[in-house]
């Protein structure tokens, strides 16, 4: 099944096409010296508006997951690994994404993995796999 | 210190609620005048009396199954003259009209809010499996607030975000399958004696633990029931209350605090908006959560009970597991009864004013086989990650 992509614009942008550098860019304020997610036009923090995208290394591990058994729609290739992945550079900076290649079972909470890009259309969507 | 609880000028004067079926014959339409009309009349009130109209969501100007009528429908199908009225999906929570309705009254806007939700959404799955799928809310290239961040993840149901608040509260306080199957095992026990519930068949913890994973851990039976149906509430001044035919049942105290990201992925997952109400809601009040007789608790997934339990302070942080084990401290003969009804995993999910509706039941005796002990206070509340609204009633 294709996956629904996101609609791109100024905010958005870098952190859905970072991958066609290879980059996992997140939102950083310059003022508070912090990344925030997701990205935005202005620090939640400080309201600043010295903000922009920056590359971080790509690598976290898994805050929380969930193994998706249910075919919502057709052609989804269940069961396969929802997952919430904090990264090593801050504490809460996370996302929602899939991991992959791994079996299903051997996903855990805490389980050290790194970033992995696939294009769909405009957009490279940040994956993991297992570090 | 707060020099004024808006909410302590407003009760609950009358209730109403349509068929609860799976699927219903009638319109979406036809339920909501169903359930406000009943609503109205238990209120001792004529259509002329209501002055105000308030719902959650309304129905985002496209009148889809999880919100088919709005505010604005509502008003012309039933001929209404009003000061004021208002939908909208932002804000606390299915617990929103309530709470929007309850400030119209204090803010001198209105004497007598209806309030009311309606959801048809067995209805559509019968044309459209795919109808619930996150995937079918916009049209083309997602550029939803919130959803653009997680169904390019084939995150298609809520389930999936949900499943990962249980599984970090599994990892996080040792909960186990067990203790999460007493919430739909306790539900399914409520809805044998509740004749308007969807699922009525006993169930067993093998029948729950045999059933099938949807997104680990939740299972089918964690899950709550699509139904069609709708629900109204009629809130009026306190003063205007005092006439009423039902003893008036006071909004004690408010929960509607949201203190963290608006968002499913970045506020905590083992508390989500649903603590940041608790605590709100109990700095309204000298009341206490050991005052609560019986607690009406948003079981659209089951591990938000849990956390409901938490965030109302019902028990301790992490500790919902340990006090649901077994069953009885939630049983209708337990020292805090929940989701007497079946709440939404077998009565049907009415989502959100079913709580309300069963609770003013409760407090008022009319609860026919599933009523519990006498009591004057209740709680509800409802919704899940960054939706969370609570509600402290009152009977004297």
Redesign the interface.
């Known amino acids: 099944?294709p996956?629904?992509?996101?609609?791109?614009?100024a905010d958005?942008r870098a952190f859905w096409q970072g991958g066609k550098s290879d980059a996992l860019l997140m939102h950083y304020c310059h003022s508070c010296t912090r990344f925030f997610?997701?990205p935005g036009p202005v620090c939640?923090n400080c309201a600043s508006f010295d903000v922009n995208p920056r590359r971080v290394s790509g690598r976290g591990k898994v805050?929380?997951?969930?193994?998706?058994?249910?075919p919502?729609?057709p052609e989804?290739n269940e069961p396969?690994v929802?997952?919430?992945v904090e990264l090593e550079e801050q504490a809460?900076l996370?996302?929602?994404?899939?991991i992959e290649d791994l079996a299903v079972e051997d996903v855990f909470?805490g389980m050290p993995v790194r970033v992995r890009f696939r294009q769909e259309d405009d957009?490279w969507?940040p994956?993991f796999i297992k570090e | 210190m707060l020099d004024r609880v808006y909410e302590k000028d407003v009760a609950i004067t009358g209730i109403g609620q349509s068929e609860i079926a799976r699927p219903s014959q009638l319109s979406g339409m036809r339920l909501t005048v169903d359930a406000c009309l009943e609503a109205i009349a238990d209120a001792g009130l004529k259509r002329s009396d209501i002055d105000g109209i308030a719902c959650w969501p309304g129905d985002n100007n496209n009148g889809n199954s999880f919100s088919p009528v709005g505010p604005n429908a509502l008003q012309n199908a039933l001929g209404l003259q009003v000061n004021w009225f208002g939908g909208g999906y932002e804000g606390p929570g299915p617990l929103a009209g309530i709470i929007n309705g309850a400030m119209a009254i204090a803010s001198g806007l209105c004497r007598n809010v209806l309030v009311f939700r309606t959801i048809t959404e067995s209805t559509a799955r019968q044309s459209n499996k795919?109808a619930?799928?996150l995937?079918n809310k916009t049209q083309?290239?997602?550029?939803s607030f919130a959803w653009?961040?997680?169904?390019?993840?084939?995150?298609?149901?809520a389930?999936?975000?949900i499943?990962?608040?249980a599984?970090?509260h599994f990892?996080d306080y040792g909960t186990t399958p067990e203790q999460l199957a007493q919430i739909a095992l306790n539900a399914r026990r409520n809805a044998q004696v509740n004749p308007k519930a969807i699922y009525r068949t006993p169930m067993t913890m093998d029948d729950y633990m045999q059933s099938?994973?949807?997104?680990?851990?939740?299972r089918m039976f964690d899950c709550d029931v699509h139904c069609d149906a709708s629900t109204a509430i009629v809130l009026s001044r306190k003063d205007v209350a005092r006439d009423a035919p039902n003893p008036p049942i006071r909004i004690e105290a408010i929960g509607s605090a949201l203190n963290q990201?608006w968002?499913?992925?970045?506020i905590s997952?083992t508390e989500g908006a649903a603590f940041d109400a608790g605590k709100m809601m109990w700095s309204r009040t000298d009341l206490k959560p050991s005052d609560v007789g019986a607690a009406q608790l948003y079981d659209g997934f089951s591990i938000l009970t849990m956390i409901w339990l938490e965030a109302l302070n019902l028990c301790p942080k992490g500790e919902s597991g340990s006090f649901v084990e077994g069953g009885h401290r939630i049983a209708r003969d337990g020292p805090l009864p929940i989701n007497t009804n079946g709440g939404q995993l077998s009565g049907g999910r009415t989502h959100g004013l079913g709580y309300v509706h069963e609770a003013c039941l409760q407090l008022w005796g009319k609860a026919g086989d599933r009523q519990i002990a006498e009591h004057q206070v209740a709680v509800t509340a409802a919704g899940g990650g960054p939706l969370g609204g609570s509600l402290l009633l009152v009977k004297d």
């Open positions: 099944m996956r629904k992509l996101p609609a791109l614009n958005n997610h997701p939640p805050a929380s997951f969930t193994i998706n058994h249910q919502w729609v989804l396969f929802i997952a919430i809460g996370r996302f929602v994404t899939n909470i957009v969507l994956l | 795919e619930s799928a995937s083309g290239r997602d550029s653009q961040w997680y169904t390019p993840f084939n995150v298609l149901s389930s999936n975000l499943a990962m608040y599984q970090r990892h099938r994973m949807i997104s680990s851990p939740l990201p968002s499913w992925d970045q997952l």
